[in-house]
């Protein structure tokens, strides 16, 4: 199985700032990436696919990048409906694995 | 409006048979890969598997031997069957539609998904 490792777990901020968060697979995945927000009793919801294509109704600052194995979602402008947390899931291969998830804390 | 609504028992006993059933409305059913995940607590998502009518439906190793999917067309539901359930099961299990998509570069031929619905998760508790 393609191993998924988020980086930081958790990360504490304020709105307004810049955060960048990461993710690592185990092997080459080319752009074969998602990023999801989870909040508890909601559903989750998919922010970016492919790496850095942006899903229809995500704002605009949100933003995906990188290829292969390395891979970096940015919340520009932090708002206070973006303290969650953020998972990623390579979607090359099944099993489709996910990240532990790094949680954004005001 | 596309949605995804799930149902099913929230309190089980170890041993038992975990069943989930997700209604999809709005949308068709065909051409999809509909997919279950779950969270244990504490933990990050764990994928479960995917139903592939055209190529045999996808499994996590991890839970091959206990898991199985069913698909009622005339209904527009699938449901996931997890047998002899653990507290290890506890969690919120979430069924979500998924979409693939086949990239050619000329050097390579690859395929990734997305998952773009989700239902509202249900709640699993497996406790004696």
């Known amino acids: 199985d393609i191993q998924m490792t988020q980086s930081p777990s958790s990360l504490s901020a304020s709105v307004g700032d810049r955060v960048t968060l990461t993710c690592r697979a185990s092997q080459t995945i080319n752009n074969c990436l998602s990023w999801y927000q989870l909040k508890p009793g909601k559903a989750p919801m998919l922010l970016i696919y492919a790496a850095s294509t942006l899903q229809s109704g995500v704002p605009s600052r949100f933003s995906g990048s990188g290829s292969g194995t390395d891979f970096t979602l940015t919340i520009n402008s932090l708002q206070p409906e973006d303290f969650a947390t953020y998972s990623c899931q390579q979607t090359c291969s099944p099993p489709r694995t996910f990240g532990q998830g790094t949680r954004v804390e005001i | 409006q596309v949605q995804l609504q799930q149902w099913g028992a929230s309190l089980l006993k170890p041993s038992q048979t975990l069943s989930l059933t997700c209604a999809v409305t709005?949308?068709?059913?065909?051409?999809?890969?509909w997919t279950w995940i779950r969270q244990s607590p504490g933990k990050g998502l764990e994928w479960i598997g995917e139903?592939?009518?055209?190529?045999?439906?996808k499994y996590n190793p991890s839970l091959r031997s206990r898991v199985s999917f069913s698909f009622d067309t005339s209904r527009s539901q699938f449901s996931l069957r997890l047998t002899s359930v653990t507290a290890a099961d506890t969690g919120i299990y979430y069924c979500?539609?998924?979409?693939?998509?086949?990239?050619?570069?000329?050097?390579?031929?690859?395929?990734?998904?997305?998952?773009?619905?989700w239902g509202k998760g249900t709640t699993v508790i497996v406790s004696s």
């Open positions: 709005g949308m068709s059913v065909s051409g999809y890969y």
């Open positions: 139903m592939d009518h055209s190529a045999g439906d």
């Open positions: 979500a539609r998924a979409v693939r998509v086949v990239v050619n570069t000329g050097d390579s031929l690859y395929e990734y998904s997305l998952m773009d619905v």
